[in-house]
Structure formats: C-alpha cells, structure tokens
C-alpha cells in the first residue's frame, strides 16, 4: 500500500491537492513540485513529457500507487505517452491520471450558450487537449482558447496583485472575451490560476462564469476509486501528506503555506537533468 501521489511543475497543484484532499480527507498523499524548472508551459513537448516521466518514476518509487498530474501542461503533452508506452514497462499495476479530461467531462453542462473560453499556458495551447477532448462530451461546445504565458511567474512571484499584474491579467482577459460575445463560462486551464479566479471574475461581465478545476479533479477521482477499487485497496489511509520540492525548500515551504492555507515542512529532492 502507498500514498496518492500529486504532481505538479510548481505550486499551482497545490490548488489541486487542497480540494482533494478535502475530498479525500483519511488518505496518504506525496506532493512534488518540480520548481527549479518550472515554468512547463514554455517548453517543448519532448522536454515537458521527459520531466514528467521523471517525476512519475520518482512518485512510483515511493510507493505511489496512483499520481494526478496536477499540471494541465504535463496532462497535455506528456500523460497519453506515460498511459500508452511507459506504464506496461515500468509499473502495469500502477495508473497515472490528468486534470484535463474530468474537466472536460462536464464543461457542456456548466454551459447554455455552448461557447466557453479557455486560458491556459501556451504548451496547452499549443496541444489543443481541451478542443480534442471536448469533442469526445460536448461536440457541439465551442471553446476559445487564449494563451497566458506570463501568468504563472506572476503568480509564483506574487507580482499577480500588483497594479502591472492585473493590467497584464485584464488584457489577456478582453483578447479572450474578444473572440466570441455569447461566451458564458471561463475555464481556468492551468492549475496557478484559481489564484486570481476572484479578480477574474469581477472583471468579466456578470453572465460569465469562470470555473477551476480542483473541486472537478476531486469529485472525479472520488468516482474513479470507487469505481477501481483493485486501486482504491492499494492506496494507504492515515491522513498523511509528504511535500517534494526540487527547489529550494524554505522558499517552497512560505509560498507553499499560502496555497495550501497551513505551515508545510518540505524536502529536497533531485529528478535528474
């Protein structure tokens, strides 16, 4: 038995892990965040896919079971690959899941008007997961995506309150708005940016919903559990959680403390080069 394990490229999973955890209060979980090469959205899908990799070994060397790719660029360029060629090598029994799909899954319910935006990084962007993936639950939902390249720094460097922050913020937001009048839902496609999910929304018109993604992720693996329980038997239950940071632990340790809303204690580790 093992711990669930949670992936992320920085912080922005921890926005996930808070919701699951809620969710899932009696379970074990690892967290681990990649920071010292984070940003992911900027990098290439041969380099997002063999980080990511790198992580999941780590994850299933510590006797994870199942881990949640709590970053939207690794769910896009590197979760199909890790599912479909690496898993029957290094680990059958185990599963690795995305944040993309269960938020596709219900995105044609959220909407009345079938045109729904998208801001995400520009690796997710560029994948189109979200246009292919709503096509397989929604056909005939329109989405509009809009690339936020400097979003994530501004968030992990806390600059996203700041009055040239939210100016770049506001901008992104009337391109997005721009592209189609009848849209009424907003998803947050990458998991920084709940943190300005309040600003967001009070700058968007009042029919537009903007919606992120932890609660969608924690209803959807509740599911799946009960649903594999060959899985949900394997995972430990003593309300622990163990935090993974390959950067620098006192700096993940006070920005961390304020995604999650406690004080986290965390470790080094190294995944490699």
């Known amino acids: 038995m093992g711990p669930i394990g949670v992936f992320d490229s920085g912080?922005?999973?921890?926005?996930?892990?808070k919701d699951i955890k809620e969710k899932l209060p009696s379970y074990n979980f690892i967290y681990l965040g990649d920071n010292a090469r984070a940003p992911y959205g900027t990098k290439?899908?041969?380099?997002?896919?063999?980080?990511?990799?790198?992580?999941?070994?780590?994850?299933?060397?510590?006797?994870?079971?199942?881990?949640?790719?709590?970053c939207n660029t690794s769910s896009a360029k590197a979760?199909?690959?890790?599912?479909q060629k690496d898993l029957q090598i290094i680990a059958p029994n185990k599963r690795v899941l995305g944040v993309i799909r269960p938020s596709t899954e219900i995105i044609g319910e959220l909407t009345k008007s079938n045109s729904v935006g998208l801001l995400a990084t520009?690796?997710?962007?560029?994948?189109?997961?979200?246009?292919?993936?709503?096509?397989?639950?929604?056909?005939l939902t329109k989405i509009h995506q809009h690339a936020c390249p400097l979003w994530v720094s501004l968030i992990?460097?806390?600059?996203?309150?700041?009055?040239?922050?939210?100016?770049?913020?506001?901008?992104?937001?009337?391109?997005?708005?721009?592209k189609d009048s009848n849209m009424d839902l907003i998803v947050l496609g990458c998991t920084h940016y709940p943190i300005v999910k309040e600003y967001i929304q009070s700058i968007v018109p009042k029919h537009v919903n903007v919606i992120s993604q932890g609660q969608i992720v924690a209803d959807r693996l509740f599911d799946y559990l009960n649903r594999h329980k060959d899985i949900e038997s394997r995972c430990s239950k003593e309300s622990k959680i163990l935090y993974l940071t390959t950067g620098d632990i006192d700096e993940f340790n006070d920005n961390a403390s304020n995604y999650i809303g406690e004080q986290i204690n965390s470790s080094h580790i190294n995944l490699g080069t």
């Not at 979760?79 to 599912?83: A, E, T």
């Not at 806390?158 to 939210?166: L, R, T, V």
């Open 11 to 17: 912080y922005g999973g921890l926005t996930i892990l």
């Open 44 to 70: 290439s899908f041969d380099l997002v896919y063999k980080y990511t990799l790198q992580a999941v070994k780590d994850l299933f060397q510590r006797n994870c079971e199942l881990v949640i790719l709590a």
């Open 79 to 83: 979760l199909r690959s890790i599912q």
């Open 122 to 139: 520009q690796g997710t962007v560029t994948s189109n997961s979200y246009v292919i993936e709503l096509k397989k639950f929604s056909p």
């Open 156 to 178: 992990e460097n806390n600059k996203h309150c700041s009055i040239s922050g939210k100016e770049i913020i506001k901008n992104d937001i009337e391109i997005l708005l721009e």
